[in-house]
């Protein structure tokens, strides 16, 4: 029967007339494609329907995506399965989503593993719609990156691996395909971007991107990029920072709120009248908690005079105790520091040089010629519970001149920040932020509640950020919130549970 005859009577059969006077597939050619799918809408015999969709497809009859969304919830099973299976390749991700259960799930399952792992190019907004409606393994991700017409802006970039990698591995993975594929980043996003990767890309990026970088920056990333590439950077004259600024600036944002130094003569001079027997007993304790840290000592040395030490003075002192056994690295402990010349004959020779330094010089803000001090509460009891002295090593993160904390140690710092303040009464935003890096967790959250408000959202977010309990850190966002704090999206990804 021809396809306008058809069409004309086909509503008044019953299942068995439709069947005996079905139109064959050279029948359906040329006919109407709206009137084809209004046809397989109305066959209510599932049976009859699977025939003549069967028949329209061998007649060549394409049908659009969105007709067979349709069709494979009206067609029986098999029916189903066979009209997806042609279509499945021409279907998008949230398109085989919908298929639901009325197609075997094997064969949606296969068709989206093979959409996934396709190579048809998509944008990095593409990639990030797909991630946020679906959630992906974060390695199936990384993979479909390979697949990014472009990784977009350093910002864009930043965003993405900020929302969607909760493994640093991954997330690394990606932010290196972004660098081959010739993605910059600023200062900003690439002391972001340090602090979520692995050391190998966050010494790739500060290579890339650490042109002068200033010494507050380089204190944010101490211990996630290598000393060496930091050297290495510093030598080539690609970052730009004075030499001579005392080593307590870098150990500063950590541990003892200081604002601003003063002279490193005042500092010296004050040290080197200590007494002798003082003296060798810290230089002591000093080497104890070296041989912890650092590395077992060899050959040491103590020299209390109130100038610096020379080259010829340095080579002097080594060579009096060369007769000494001993198979660890010299180490020499000034009251008053190195000369230049010094410095560097000790960094080409496997020499430690340590300097001592007065705590009450070192972590106090300086103002004036009559020392003008002004001291916030917690630096203080900092000041009051920390060892009368303090030494840094020569030759580390500033080259010339003392850049890392011997004594007291890492974790003895921690422990003295460990103090409670007895002071009641409410406490300032400032006076808080300005201390949360010498408080530990606990004491983050019970001074919180004596806040008398909270700061900027992103002044919260950096206190945020010094939580090493994910249940703490949550319940202080929580409390910044709910004190009316407002939070940029990209600053507070990480706090999204709360």
């Known amino acids: 029967m021809v396809w306008k005859d058809f069409f004309a009577v086909y509503e008044n059969w019953d299942a068995g007339a439709l069947g005996r006077n079905m139109p064959s597939a050279e029948e359906l050619k040329g006919a109407p494609p709206d009137e084809v799918y209004e046809v397989i809408e109305n066959i209510s015999d ?26 494979v919830h009206l067609l029986p099973g098999k029916a189903a399965d066979e009209l997806f299976l042609m279509y499945a390749s021409r279907m998008n991700r949230e ?12 064969l949606v399952k296969k068709a989206i593993s093979d959409w996934v792992t396709s190579d048809r190019p998509i944008t990095l ?12 393994d974060e390695a199936v991700i990384v993979a479909r990156a390979d697949r990014l017409v472009s990784f977009g ?22 932010v290196m395909k972004a660098l081959d594929a010739g993605v910059r980043f600023d200062k900003e996003q690439t002391l972001d971007l340090i602090q979520i990767v692995n050391k190998d890309i966050a010494n790739r990026l500060y290579l890339a991107y650490g042109r002068n970088m200033p010494l507050d920056d380089i204190c944010e990333i101490e211990g996630l990029v290598d000393e060496d590439i930091i050297r290495t950077v510093r030598e080539s004259g690609r970052v730009k920072t004075p030499k001579k600024k005392l080593a307590a600036e870098i150990a500063e944002t950590k541990y003892a709120g200081m604002e601003s130094l003063p002279p ?33 000592p060899g050959v040491t040395i103590f020299t209390r005079e109130s100038s610096p030490v020379s080259l010829d003075g340095l080579i002097d002192l080594v060579a009096m105790a060369e007769g000494e056994a001993s198979k660890g690295m010299p180490v020499v402990i000034s009251t008053s520091g190195f000369l230049s010349d010094a410095a560097i004959y000790a960094k080409e020779n496997d020499i430690a040089l340590l300097q001592i330094f007065d705590k009450e010089l070192l972590h106090r803000p300086y103002y004036s010629h009559d020392a003008e001090y002004r001291l916030k509460r917690k630096s203080r009891e900092f000041i009051k519970n920390a060892p009368k002295y303090f030494t840094y090593r020569w030759n580390t993160i500033v080259d010339d001149f003392p850049g890392k904390l011997i004594y007291p140690s890492v974790a003895m710092v921690k422990k003295i920040g460990d103090i409670k303040v007895e002071e009641e009464g409410e406490i300032s935003w400032d006076e808080y932020y300005d201390n949360a890096h010498s408080l530990n967790d606990a004491q983050r959250i019970e001074l919180s509640d004596e806040l008398s408000s909270f700061g900027s959202g992103d002044e919260v977010c950096d206190v945020a950020c010094m ?4 249940d703490l850190c949550e319940s202080f966002v929580k409390k910044a919130l709910e004190g009316g704090v407002f939070l940029m999206a990209r600053r507070c990804l990480r706090f999204a549970s709360v």
Do not use: H
């Open 125 to 136: 907004a593409e990639l990030f719609e797909e991630v946020t409606s679906w959630g992906d």
């Open 95 to 106: 398109e085989l989503e919908e298929v639901g259960g009325n197609v075997d799930a094997a």
């Open 467 to 470: 939580f090493s309990d994910k």
């Open 46 to 71: 599932n049976e009859g329907r699977a025939a003549f969709v069967k028949r329209a497809l061998a007649s060549g009859f394409q049908f659009t995506v969105e007709q067979v969304l349709e069709m």
């Open 153 to 174: 802006t350093g910002a864009e970039v930043l965003d993405f691996v900020e929302f969607v990698f909760s493994d640093k591995e991954q997330g690394s993975a990606f």
């Open 264 to 296: 490193k003569d005042f500092v010296r001079d004050s040290v080197a009248g200590i007494p002798a027997e003082e003296f060798e007993e810290y230089c002591s304790e000093v080497l104890r908690v070296y041989s912890e840290t650092e590395e077992t």
